[in-house]
């Protein structure tokens, strides 16, 4: 093989030692050392070595033919040290006939690889998941051939492959299974809570079992008849009229079908399968290629386009496989759900069935994270490499409050963390014997504690958890769920259903809130640099009249004599409100005229998330009939501090002096023009940050349901009167923050 004639041949009879070798019955550490042996021999070297990940930074030789046999597991590198390291930093080959005379060559004297001049690496890895690098030397001065190349990255690849299927646990093993071990993965919080259940893949990944070929003709007419059925759905796809022309559905389907029309991208997979891969193997060679291509490229648009093909791969792996879109695997009883990113019509399918949500990507104000609110079940965000370590039925642990993953927990682990659900259990039912009792602060005011939803299964909520209305519905999901505008019709009714399951309650309506990362699939996606500060909400409705009449029909029919509360998002200065105000009224006298009965009563307030509006003109306060202060994207603004990025929006407190003198601004204004004003958000179902909103005195708290028991206990054991006096003597010393003061505070109380 070393010549580089009959290459092909070359490569099948390498895979098919191979093959032969593992099929024997061996120790991990035994397969190994067969492993380096057969390579050298095949390919008529001197030496060859497996260094394998200890842990993300480190790399062990773990078998070498060649090199001196004492320097196993003995000689190490960090990752990017020595040509070693650069191969697996990289992920890129690395052939060159002068290995010492190569920028950042390190000498290992215990190997005794002085004498060898040659050196070709490559990475061992499998779909983005690193496990090591696979070495051949020689003395002699030359480059590796492109056939020794190809055949040493193909044998790398099946080592990754074998690695996973378990082909080298036993005494004294040098690689570990993959998907058998514990990993804590770290993500951002998307929403808070526990959940402990199964793992269950949205699109479960496919585990190849063969990877050789037996016969390689065979595998060909296998793989083309895959392809020709992959072409044939993307066209039926490209086709259905609920793609719109213009929309980023269709620049997807259109990449997928440049990617499987792709003579390069079948070529390249024929030519693995003639060297001995099966086709399963020979697509996920290909896949492998492409992830690494899509982690060196710069440009945000290329990058997009390489996923399209990464998930083009798994479309045709499941269909080589015979999974088609289902794997015929039964949904666990606890499952949380495991994905890369999800729409909100797909999550809604999954239902109340879920305990839990994880994703590879998503933010905190994606289409996902709204029904994940909803649901009221715990969801971590860019939680990296979950899709490569999770299979269905795999143990899960979400940490919603820390963003944090246990995959495959450890027992001890495990039984911390059943335990923290267990007391969290106990506290719920401590709170469910407040649930019907009033939340008097101690010799102080009452705060009305109201819940957020979004829909109409959370309604029951507003019984369950002692909630005295809906400080804030959410209306976006009717529209995000649908490929089309909902008709004002079904919005009418859906709103109706809201009102009575309320049963007299006061429900506020958040009017369409949509922009930034919530974009309507059925509407033109303008690129904006910075979303959460561009088109959305209100300025959208503004520049979209014809929908927001239709919203507000709709509300004003659904009240049907009864009383209405209708609040507009994103408000930045006064003529944006008046503006919406004035809208209201239009509708109102239009449906008066077509003879419909009118809300008895009618409310129109405005959602404060920007810091111009509290310095708008008094005209304001007073046009207001409430005010809801909107603290998630509030505090965004007001530190400058994306709460999407994880480096800025945890180094900025609640409890800030700055920012809690800003609400207490609020406060003031709204008092000066008796304007009704609450706490909505994320902090005000948070006990000590309500008990501190309250003490600077917020009246009204908007929260998830689930929280409203917890911050009821605290509020009915607070003087409010003692917490003022500790922010404000915590202010007075020039504290950044005042949490210190108040957790020492409340420590004291007991």
């Known amino acids: 093989m070393a010549d580089g004639s009959n290459s092909e041949s070359g490569s099948r009879r390498l895979l098919g030692r191979l093959k032969a070798a593992l099929a024997e019955p061996a120790e991990g550490q035994e397969r190994l050392n067969r492993v380096v042996r057969l390579i050298a021999e095949e390919i008529q070297t001197p030496v060859c070595s497996i260094y394998l990940f200890r842990d993300p930074e480190t790399l062990e030789l773990c078998a070498t033919e060649g090199l001196n046999a004492e320097a196993v597991h003995k000689t190490r590198m960090r990752l990017g040290e020595g040509l070693v390291g650069r191969v697996a930093r990289k992920a890129q080959p690395i052939n060159t006939a002068d290995a010492p005379g190569e920028p950042g060559f390190r000498y290992m004297p215990e190997t005794g690889e002085e004498i060898y001049s040659a050196f070709l690496g490559v990475p061992i890895q499998r779909l983005g998941e690193r496990l090591g690098v696979l070495v051949v030397q020689s003395k002699e001065a030359r480059a590796y051939s492109e056939?020794?190349?190809?055949?040493?990255?193909?044998?790398?690849?099946?080592?990754?492959?074998?690695?996973?299927?378990?082909?080298?646990?036993?005494?004294?093993?040098?690689?570990?299974?993959?998907?058998?071990?514990?990993?804590?993965l770290r993500g951002t919080v998307g929403q808070e809570g526990t959940a402990m259940g199964a793992a269950w893949l949205h699109e479960p990944r496919v585990i190849v079992t063969n990877p050789f070929a037996d016969d390689s003709a065979a595998e060909t007419a296998r793989l083309r008849d895959a392809v020709d059925r992959l072409r044939v759905s993307v066209d039926e796809m490209l086709g259905?009229?609920?793609?719109?022309?213009?929309?980023?559905?269709?620049?997807?389907?259109?990449?997928?079908?440049?990617?499987?029309?792709?003579?390069?991208?079948?070529?390249r997979m024929e030519e693995s399968i003639a060297r001995g891969l099966s086709a399963e193997a020979a697509v996920e060679?290909?896949?492998?290629?492409?992830?690494?291509?899509?982690?060196?490229?710069?440009?945000?648009?290329?990058?997009?386009?390489?996923?399209?093909?990464?998930?083009?791969?798994?479309?045709?792996?499941?269909?080589l496989t015979g999974q088609g879109d289902e794997t015929g695997a039964e949904m666990p009883e606890s499952p949380i759900l495991v994905a890369r990113n999800i729409g909100p019509g797909e999550l809604l399918s999954y239902g109340r069935t879920l305990k839990g949500l994880v994703l590879e990507e998503g933010s905190v104000g994606s289409h996902a994270a709204v029904v994940a609110r909803a649901l009221a079940i715990p969801l971590v965000i860019n939680a990296r490499g979950i899709l490569q370590e999770a299979l269905n039925g795999d143990a899960l642990?979400?940490?919603?409050?820390?963003?944090?993953?246990?995959?495959?927990?450890?027992?001890?682990?495990?039984?911390?963390?059943?335990?923290?659900?267990?007391?969290?259990?106990?506290?719920?039912?401590?709170?469910?014997?407040?649930?019907?009792v009033p939340a008097t602060t101690v010799y102080g005011p009452t705060i009305a504690l109201h819940m957020n939803a979004g829909l109409m299964a959370d309604l029951p909520s507003l019984k369950n958890s002692g909630a005295e209305g809906v400080g804030l519905f959410r209306t976006e999901l009717q529209f995000l769920i649908r490929n089309h505008v909902p008709r004002r019709d079904e919005l009418a009714m859906l709103y109706g259903r809201v009102m009575d399951a309320a049963d007299g309650k006061r429900v506020v309506f958040r009017t369409l809130d949509i922009g930034s990362d919530k974009v309507l699939p059925y509407m033109k996606r303008d690129h904006e640099p910075n979303p959460a500060l561009g088109w959305r909400a209100i300025r959208v409705f503004l520049d979209r009249p014809g929908v927001m009449r239709m919203q507000l029909?709709?509300?004003?029919?659904?009240?049907?004599?009864?009383?209405?509360?209708?609040?507009?998002?994103?408000?930045?200065?006064?003529?944006?409100?008046?503006?919406?105000?004035?809208?209201?009224?239009?509708?109102?006298?239009?449906?008066?005229?077509?003879?419909?009965?009118?809300?008895?009563?009618?409310?129109?307030?405005?959602?404060?998330?920007?810091?111009?509006?509290?310095?708008?003109?008094?005209?304001?306060?007073?046009?207001?009939?409430?005010?809801?202060?909107?603290?998630?994207?509030?505090?965004?603004f007001f530190f400058a501090a994306d709460r999407e990025n994880e480096r800025v929006r945890r180094r900025y407190d609640s409890l800030n002096v700055s920012y809690l003198t800003f609400l207490e601004w609020i406060v003031q204004r709204c008092e000066d023009t008796?304007?009704?004003?609450?706490?909505?958000?994320?902090?005000?179902?948070?006990?000590?940050?309500?008990?501190?909103?309250?003490?600077?005195?917020?009246?009204?708290?908007?929260?998830?349901?689930?929280?409203?028991?917890?911050?009821?206990?605290?509020?009915?054991?607070?003087?409010?009167?003692?917490?003022?006096?500790?922010?404000?003597?915590?202010?007075?010393?020039?504290?950044?923050s005042v949490r210190p003061a108040v957790m020492e505070w409340l420590r004291a109380q007991g």
Request: proline letters at 5%; glycine letters at 6%; a neutral charge.
């Open 240 to 267: 259905d009229p609920r793609h719109a022309p213009d929309g980023d559905h269709r620049q997807v389907l259109e990449a997928y079908r440049m990617f499987a029309n792709s003579k390069g991208w079948m070529r």
């Open 553 to 636: 029909q709709a509300l004003i029919r659904a009240a049907a004599g009864r009383p209405l509360a209708i609040m507009f998002p994103f408000i930045a200065q006064l003529d944006e409100f008046l503006a919406g105000r004035a809208a209201v009224h239009d509708e109102l006298e239009r449906e008066e005229r077509l003879g419909r009965p009118l809300p008895s009563k009618i409310e129109i307030g405005a959602m404060l998330e920007t810091p111009s509006l509290a310095f708008s003109p008094r005209r304001f306060f007073e046009s207001a009939d409430f005010i809801s202060v909107g603290g998630n994207d509030l505090k965004q």
């Open 674 to 736: 008796g304007t009704p004003l609450s706490f909505c958000g994320e902090d005000a179902g948070r006990p000590v940050e309500a008990m501190c909103f309250a003490a600077m005195g917020f009246r009204t708290l908007s929260m998830r349901p689930a929280s409203i028991g917890p911050v009821k206990h605290l509020l009915r054991r607070t003087n409010l009167a003692e917490v003022r006096e500790v922010i404000d003597e915590a202010r007075g010393s020039g504290a950044q």
């Open 147 to 184: 056939d020794e190349l190809y055949a040493l990255e193909v044998v790398a690849m099946v080592l990754a492959e074998m690695a996973e299927l378990g082909a080298f646990v036993g005494e004294g093993a040098a690689l570990k299974p993959l998907h058998q071990q514990a990993v804590l």
């Open 397 to 436: 642990l979400v940490d919603g409050e820390q963003g944090i993953v246990h995959l495959r927990p450890e027992e001890n682990v495990a039984k911390a963390f059943r335990d923290k659900i267990a007391m969290q259990a106990k506290a719920q039912e401590r709170y469910a014997s407040i649930r019907r």
């Open 285 to 319: 060679r290909e896949q492998t290629r492409a992830r690494t291509r899509l982690e060196q490229v710069p440009d945000a648009y290329l990058r997009e386009r390489l996923q399209d093909l990464d998930d083009l791969s798994n479309r045709l792996l499941r269909l």
